[in-house]
Structures are given as structure tokens and as C-alpha cells.
């Protein structure tokens, strides 16, 4: 036989093993703010269940109160957790309403008017409720995309629901006997066990939302210019690479910017690499503000940068060329004292189809504008527009030839 004090222990000492898990993911990763919420509901779990339990030892009414209501808040730090997870809005006020009725009715039903199935509805309602509001958002996609852990979450977020309302179900209609979970018999034994295995498992689907996301995030970080936060060179390539398939299946070209600061080897001579640090950090914001949306700024290396323009032609790359020139001149005229004027040359060209699959082509192409804008003077951009081949001349006919045409 189950005895329901023992799996009351046993729900302990599992919940405080996952507070110590989710507080050292807290500890590890500060940025996942929403391991903090899952920490905090680990413990007061812990310290319900603890509380609960002591009502075999102690039987009172302030430890049944006590317990119902710290599991109740557990829960609802629980749906906070996923709230925080997908970026929503988090405030207190929902979780103290929701703990503030479920106090107030189980204090009524144990103290006012004493009644077992109206304890177990109202317990029971204050359990389920956190995570009926959170459900939506661990079935739906997000980004396009559904995370196994949230999918997994909320399928075991279904089953604590629907656990939680036959329970209460049973109560009121009296079905299955006594219903409390102080009464040791086989019906709460079991219910007792189930939920213990669901918590455990919601907890585990939470460790995979988070795992998913960590791995997401290292993921862009391998794509990620350390210094500017723009894409770094590997993510440059993927991207052209992905334009010059794209734009040969449909024939629809892009543009390329490359850019490259003048003169930048010697403001680190002068000023020193911190100085020439704050200028790349600085050219990276002005030029994103002269960006369209879908645009993407990388840094290839160096003092040099790229630009690509998706569905752009090479008009318009030269005038998304002149706005960049445009805001960093602008910046220049405007330096005074210490400040270090940025100056940069660009060089536009555009995908066709000689270029092909072939993203290096039209880096070079690029290039090859660049140097021309160097060579014009610097602080200017210049356009790749290969010259059409020669026309064929035309020899002069032989004497006889002309004799015998006449």
C-alpha cells in the first residue's frame, strides 16, 4: 500500500532537488530571469508540501492552511516563470489575487463553514487556475516555431488541470470516497503519486525550454560581431549566400555594400585601439539608422563592413550608400575638442547573373568599386558598372573585294 506521508516526504525532497537545480541555472545564467520564478516555486512547493505533511503530526487548522495556500503560490510563480520566459508582462497582482481568494475561501470553508468538498473545489480551482492562463502560451508557436519543452509543458500542464477537476469533481458528488489528501487510502495515493510525477515532468519541460533557448542564443552569438553586436563575417557569407540562390531562382537581384573607414589604422596609431574600438561601435549605430528594415549590417573584418540589401538595385544601393555617407559626414562637421571624425569610402555593386551561386564574385565586384572610391579622393562611394565589351571594328574591304561588290 501507498502511504500518502511518505509520498508527502518524497514530495519534499523532490521539490527542494529542483529548487537547488533551478537556483544554480539561476546563478549560471542571470539572464534567464525566468529560472528565478521556477526556483522560488520549487521551494515553496517544498515548504507546502513540508506543511501539508505536518498535518499527520500536527493536526491543526493554521497547517492545512498554511500548506493549501503555499502550494497555491508555488503554482502561481510557476505561470510568472513562463510568463517572464516569453518576454510577457509580469506583475504580482495577479499571483496575490488569485492567493488572496483561495486564503480567503479555504479560511471560510475551514473556520466559517466547515465543508471538505468546498476546501477541496476551492484548493483545487487555486491550483489549476495559474496554469490554465499560461497554456496558450506554451502551445502556441513562437518566432515561428514550437519549443519541445513548452509542447511538452503544456501537455502536462493538461493533465494537472484535468486532475485537479475531477478531483473536485469527485468531491462534490462524493465519487471515489473521501477526497482529501490526508485521508491515507488508494484513490489519494494515487492521486497523490500522479501529481508528483506531473510536477516533476512540467519541471523537466521547463529545464528543456530553457535548454532550447540557451542553445538559440549561442547559436546567434556564433553569428555576432563581439565588439559592434552587428553579424560577423560567417554570418555575412550565409547570408549572400542564401540572396545569390534566392535571386537566382527568381532572377531578382540585390545589392552589396562594402565599407571601409579611412584612415583607421592611424586613428589606432594616435589615439590608441579603444579609441578606434568606440569609433567602429559608433559608425555601427549611425549606419543602422540609415537602414531599412530587412537590411543587414556585418562586420567582414577589420575596419571593413558590408551591406545587404535584399531586393535592391543598384540605384537604389547608391542611395542607401549616399544617407550612410550623408549621417557620418554630418557627425564630422559636428566633432569638436577630442572627438575623432569618422570618414569612410563605399563601394556599391549588385548580383547578376554572371555572379550566380557564387557570393565571392560579387564581394569582389564590390571590392573593385571600393578601391575606385579610394582612388577618387576617399569620403565618397562608387558604383560596379562593368564596361560592355567593345564592339567588333570593322576592317576595310580589299580593293578586289570592293571591285568585284561593284
Not at 553569428?223 to 531562382?249: I, K
Not at 543602422?288 to 558590408?306: N, V
Not at 565571392?360 to 562611394?381: E, F, P, Q
Not at 558598372?385 to 576595310?396: G, K, N, R, S, V
Request: contains cysteine; aromatic residues 8%; charged residues 15%.
Amino acid at each position: 500500500m501507498l502511504s500518502v506521508p511518505t509520498l508527502w516526504t518524497m514530495f519534499v525532497v523532490n521539490f527542494l532537488a529542483l529548487g537547488l537545480i533551478w537556483g544554480y541555472v539561476a546563478r549560471s545564467y542571470p539572464k534567464l530571469v525566468a529560472s528565478r520564478f521556477w526556483t522560488a516555486s520549487a521551494f515553496a512547493a517544498a515548504i507546502g508540501a513540508a506543511l501539508a505533511m505536518l498535518r499527520f503530526e500536527v493536526p491543526s487548522v493554521l497547517t492545512l492552511l498554511s500548506g493549501g495556500t503555499t502550494m497555491i503560490f508555488a503554482a502561481c510563480l510557476a505561470a510568472m516563470g513562463i510568463k517572464r520566459f516569453y518576454g510577457r508582462p509580469v506583475t504580482w497582482r495577479g499571483t496575490a489575487l488569485i492567493t488572496g481568494l483561495a486564503f480567503a475561501g479555504l479560511t471560510f470553508f475551514i473556520v466559517g463553514y466547515d465543508s471538505s468538498p468546498l476546501r477541496i473545489l476551492v484548493y483545487s480551482i487555486g491550483q489549476a487556475m495559474p496554469f490554465v492562463l499560461t497554456l496558450k502560451l506554451l502551445l502556441s508557436r513562437q518566432d515561428g516555431r514550437v519549443n519541445p519543452g513548452a509542447r511538452l509543458a503544456g501537455v502536462i500542464s493538461i493533465f494537472i488541470i484535468a486532475i485537479y477537476a475531477i478531483r473536485a469533481g469527485g468531491a462534490l458528488l462524493h465519487i471515489g470516497g473521501d477526497f482529501s489528501y490526508i485521508q491515507a487510502n488508494s484513490v489519494q495515493s494515487v492521486l497523490v503519486l500522479a501529481l508528483m510525477f506531473l510536477s516533476l515532468s512540467l519541471n523537466f519541460g521547463f529545464l528543456l525550454m530553457a535548454i532550447d533557448r540557451l542553445r538559440n542564443e549561442v547559436a546567434d552569438l556564433a553569428l555576432l560581431d563581439d565588439l559592434t553586436g552587428v553579424g560577423n563575417r560567417r554570418h555575412l557569407l550565409q547570408r549572400l549566400t542564401e540572396e545569390c540562390a534566392r535571386s537566382e531562382r527568381s532572377g531578382e537581384p540585390f545589392t552589396l555594400l562594402v565599407i571601409d573607414l579611412d584612415g583607421f589604422k592611424l586613428i589606432n596609431d594616435t589615439h590608441g585601439h579603444a579609441a578606434g574600438d568606440a569609433c567602429l561601435q559608433h559608425f555601427t549605430l549611425m549606419t543602422q539608422t540609415r537602414l531599412r528594415p530587412g537590411d543587414m549590417l556585418a562586420r567582414s573584418g577589420g575596419d571593413e563592413f558590408c551591406v545587404v540589401l535584399p531586393a535592391s538595385t543598384l540605384r537604389e544601393g547608391a542611395m542607401v550608400a549616399r544617407r550612410i555617407l550623408d549621417v557620418c559626414r554630418a557627425d564630422a562637421d559636428a566633432c569638436v575638442g577630442d572627438e575623432i571624425p569618422i570618414s569612410l569610402s563605399i563601394g556599391v555593386a549588385q548580383w547578376t547573373r554572371e555572379t550566380g551561386p557564387h557570393p565571392d564574385r560579387l564581394m569582389a565586384a564590390a571590392d573593385h568599386a571600393l578601391y575606385a572610391a579610394k582612388k577618387d579622393g576617399k569620403n565618397r562611394h562608387a558604383v560596379y558598372d562593368p564596361a560592355p565589351p567593345p564592339a567588333p571594328a570593322h576592317e576595310p574591304m580589299p580593293q578586289p573585294a570592293l571591285r568585284r561588290l561593284a
